[in-house]
């Protein structure tokens, strides 16, 4: 990877933040965007702007054409077996409360279970939280090994007979753990339950390939990866999407509408109501392209690079803790001790350094941690070992600004 190459695709990394270059370590946020995607959905409002599906005129066929092939890159992207299975909606929260919605509160019932970690993010969290309240069912946890990974031991043990879902996030956005989505869903359905993968940090960072990992549904956020805010994917397998009802009603979804009742468009478009995000379809395909052009492969090997280099220089720096595994995904979550997260990632700013301080919508696992909030650096194509360097130059001035505490 020519990472000088790829950063001068991205215009809003050519700048100072308080005097200091933009060092941007808050990608598990929000990704930056390359001229690639901002000149993709600026060309469409200039070009092609109109409704999709509806219309027969010129501007119509072309912003149609360009959102389902958008819709055909996810489907490569992520090897769907077919467009039928790729849902466009708002991101990854919108997708997990689809299921949530239309496949979990139609199925369960009193009695039956659904499996999460504590280590979730609230999206993936408080939808389960609701459908078993709605339904009867029970929320169930597999537990945390004390490095914040998953035993497949421990998760043969909560998964019953019972058990009609596993929730699961790909990647955690706090420890960077790499959950073993494949192994769980073979579990999951030895038991007739069926898996739903949060990959919101998943998808900008390791290739993902839905048929082998065997997920029954998998949700995905744009702006994590690379592409515009406001736009997100539900995978979901053919037969169990046919099997549900759309929770959002209104034009573009329906087949035909009468006084008392309706039917529903064939998939994918009957999850799909109401004008869909069109530039946000088209800036993502966009991204696709460039993150396909680079490599996935060679994206994730780059990460795994700075996220090994990241742990090595930071633990040198005394008195910091470093949450998670030793093997993970492209971020570090930390705490300096006796510095608020909040003042640490304050100082950093002041250094032109950005970073993530908070619970990072994710209080459970804070409480499993015993603390209130961490800061957290998340990393991308774009980033390089200088970013790392500086981030550390950041650290110990703050810990010389708020004096020697750890004498």
Same mark, same amino acid.
Request: aromatic share 8%.
């Given at each position: 990877?020519?990472?000088?190459?790829?950063?001068?695709?991205?215009?809003?990394?050519?700048?100072?933040?308080?005097?200091?270059?933009?060092? /941007? !370590?808050?990608?598990?946020?929000?990704?930056?965007?390359?001229?690639?995607?901002?000149?993709?959905?600026?060309?469409?409002?200039?070009?092609?702007?109109?409704?999709?599906?509806?219309?027969?005129?010129?501007?119509?066929?072309?912003?149609?054409?360009? /959102?389902?092939?958008?819709?055909?890159?996810?489907?490569?992207?992520?090897?769907?077996?077919?467009?039928?299975?790729?849902?466009?909606?708002?991101?990854?929260?919108?997708?997990?409360?689809?299921?949530?919605?239309? @496949?979990?509160?139609?199925?369960?019932?009193?009695?039956?279970?659904?499996?999460?970690? #504590?280590?979730?993010?609230?999206?993936?969290?408080?939808?389960?939280?609701?459908?078993?309240? =709605?339904?009867?069912?029970? &929320?169930?946890?597999?537990? !945390?090994?004390?490095?914040?990974?998953?035993? !497949?031991?421990?998760?043969?043990?909560?998964?019953?007979?019972?058990?009609?879902?596993?929730?699961?996030?790909?990647?955690?956005?706090?420890?960077?753990?790499?959950? #073993?989505?494949?192994?769980?869903?073979?579990?999951?359905?030895?038991?007739?339950?069926?898996?739903?993968?949060?990959?919101?940090?998943?998808?900008?960072?390791?290739?993902?390939?839905?048929?082998?990992?065997?997920?029954?549904?998998?949700?995905?956020?744009?702006?994590?990866?690379?592409?515009?805010?406001?736009?997100?994917?539900?995978?979901?397998?053919?037969? &169990?999407?046919?099997?549900?009802?759309?929770?959002?009603?209104?034009?573009?979804?329906?087949?035909?509408?009468?006084? @008392?009742?309706?039917?529903?468009?064939? &998939?994918?478009?009957?999850?799909?109501?109401?004008?869909?995000?069109?530039?946000?379809?088209?800036?993502?395909?966009?991204?696709?392209?460039?993150?396909?052009?680079?490599?996935?492969?060679?994206?994730?090997?780059?990460?795994?690079?700075?996220?090994?280099?990241?742990?090595?220089?930071?633990?040198?720096?005394?008195?910091?803790?470093? @949450?998670?595994?030793?093997?993970? =995904?492209?971020?570090?979550?930390?705490?300096?001790?006796?510095?608020?997260?909040?003042?640490? =990632?304050?100082?950093?700013?002041?250094?032109?350094?950005?970073?993530?301080?908070?619970?990072?919508?994710?209080?459970?696992?804070?409480?499993? !941690?015993?603390?209130?909030?961490?800061?957290?650096?998340?990393? /991308? &194509?774009?980033?390089?070992?200088?970013?790392?360097?500086?981030?550390?130059?950041?650290?110990?001035?703050?810990?010389?600004?708020?004096?020697?505490?750890?004498?």
């Amino acid at each position: 990877m020519d990472v000088k190459a790829i950063r001068q695709q991205f215009p809003i990394l050519d700048q100072e933040v308080n005097g200091h270059p933009l060092v /941007y !370590l808050d990608s598990s946020a929000t990704s930056q965007k390359p001229l690639a995607v901002i000149n993709a959905v600026n060309d469409y409002y200039k070009q092609d702007n109109s409704n999709v599906h509806r219309g027969v005129h010129t501007l119509g066929s072309r912003a149609t054409d360009k /959102y389902e092939g958008a819709r055909e890159k996810v489907c490569q992207f992520i090897n769907a077996d077919s467009h039928a299975e790729v849902i466009f909606n708002r991101g990854t929260t919108s997708g997990i409360n689809t299921v949530a919605s239309s @496949y979990a509160r139609q199925n369960l019932k009193p009695g039956d279970e659904v499996v999460i970690t #504590p280590m979730e993010h609230h999206s993936n969290i408080i939808p389960w939280q609701q459908a078993v309240k =709605a339904s009867g069912a029970t &929320l169930k946890y597999i537990p !945390l090994q004390p490095d914040g990974t998953i035993a !497949l031991e421990d998760v043969r043990e909560v998964v019953t007979s019972n058990t009609k879902v596993v929730a699961i996030t790909h990647v955690s956005n706090v420890l960077g753990t790499v959950n #073993p989505v494949k192994e769980i869903a073979k579990i999951a359905h030895d038991h007739d339950a069926v898996i739903v993968v949060d990959g919101a940090q998943g998808a900008p960072h390791l290739k993902v390939d839905v048929q082998d990992l065997d997920c029954d549904f998998y949700a995905l956020s744009g702006h994590k990866m690379c592409g515009p805010t406001g736009i997100g994917v539900l995978y979901g397998k053919k037969k &169990l999407l046919e099997a549900m009802e759309p929770f959002e009603f209104g034009g573009e979804m329906i087949d035909f509408v009468n006084l @008392y009742d309706s039917t529903w468009k064939e &998939l994918p478009w009957k999850f799909e109501g109401g004008t869909p995000v069109i530039a946000g379809a088209v800036g993502l395909g966009a991204a696709i392209d460039f993150l396909s052009e680079i490599g996935m492969d060679a994206i994730t090997k780059h990460e795994k690079i700075l996220a090994d280099y990241a742990m090595e220089q930071m633990r040198t720096i005394e008195g910091i803790n470093v @949450y998670g595994p030793e093997s993970r =995904a492209a971020l570090v979550t930390f705490n300096l001790a006796d510095v608020h997260p909040h003042d640490t =990632a304050t100082v950093l700013d002041s250094e032109g350094i950005a970073v993530r301080a908070g619970h990072h919508c994710a209080q459970p696992l804070m409480r499993w !941690l015993d603390v209130t909030a961490t800061a957290r650096a998340s990393f /991308y &194509l774009y980033n390089t070992k200088e970013d790392v360097d500086l981030l550390v130059n950041g650290l110990l001035k703050t810990k010389e600004y708020f004096g020697d505490v750890y004498e």
